[in-house]
């Protein structure tokens, strides 16, 4: 089976635009979850999506959102992009139940902010 | 907050065992532990979880107290290529998404 996919890989915007970034689970995967990493913070939970719905969310500010397609696709979506927001953004996928804690990560995408 | 404790670092001889320890001492009866690692710039990669009893895959074992409160996870041949940061996470009961709460894992060194 192919892995977790995740475009863009690099990305560089400057301060106030937005960004969208996309991820694809593995085959029969359908949770998929967001995942913020800086050297600061560490891995930090965004949230989580099973069947075109949110069912989990971490304490991030409105500008981060998300939405998962029919597909099980999900994309992230990070608006006014401000310097703090430069850091790997990870997507992983699971089977989504019962066993929804076993994930499969993504190679992440790099984002930079000036 | 994490609800796990591990050392900050380790370091293991090539062709050796490297026994990662893990507290757990807040764990409740049926939270998981899992254990993942994250090699630098690559994305956390699942290794194994397990509820009570031992657990053995082709990546590693996980030997959980009876108590619960403590784990550790066993690279039984640490080669280089296990050199990662290894977080021991706990979370999950089989009804549902329990996101997952990464601390700051050990960072597990093989040497030659």
Not at chain 1, 26 to 53: A, C, D, K, M, N
Not at chain 1, 61 to 82: A, D, I, W
Request: proline share 5%; glycine share 10%.
């Amino acid at each position: 089976k192919a892995g977790v996919t995740q475009t863009p890989r690099y990305l560089i915007k400057t301060r106030g635009q937005q960004v969208t970034l996309s991820c694809s689970p593995i085959s029969g995967h359908r949770s998929v979850s967001w995942y913020q990493q800086t050297p600061g913070q560490g891995l930090q939970f965004l949230f989580e999506y099973f069947s075109e719905t949110q069912r989990n969310k971490g304490n991030f500010p409105g500008r981060f959102s998300g939405r998962q397609f029919s597909n099980s696709r999900s994309e992230m979506n990070v608006s006014t992009l401000e310097l703090g927001d430069s850091a790997l953004y990870l997507c992983a996928s699971s089977l989504g139940y019962p066993d929804a804690e076993t994930q499969y990560f993504g190679p992440g995408t790099r984002l930079l902010v000036l | 907050d994490a609800k796990t404790t591990q050392p900050t670092s380790m370091d293991c001889a090539e062709g050796r065992a490297a026994n990662l320890p893990c507290n757990h001492s807040t764990i409740s009866g049926n939270e998981y532990v899992y254990w993942y690692r994250q090699i630098h710039s690559q994305g956390p990669q699942y290794i194994i979880h397990g509820l009570k009893n031992n657990e053995t895959n082709e990546m590693a074992s996980l030997i959980i107290t009876e108590d619960r409160k403590s784990s550790t996870l066993i690279l039984p041949h640490a080669t280089l290529r296990d050199t990662a940061v290894y977080y021991c996470i706990v979370g999950g009961s089989n009804t549902g998404f329990q996101k997952l709460v990464f601390g700051t894992g050990t960072r597990l060194l093989v040497s030659p």
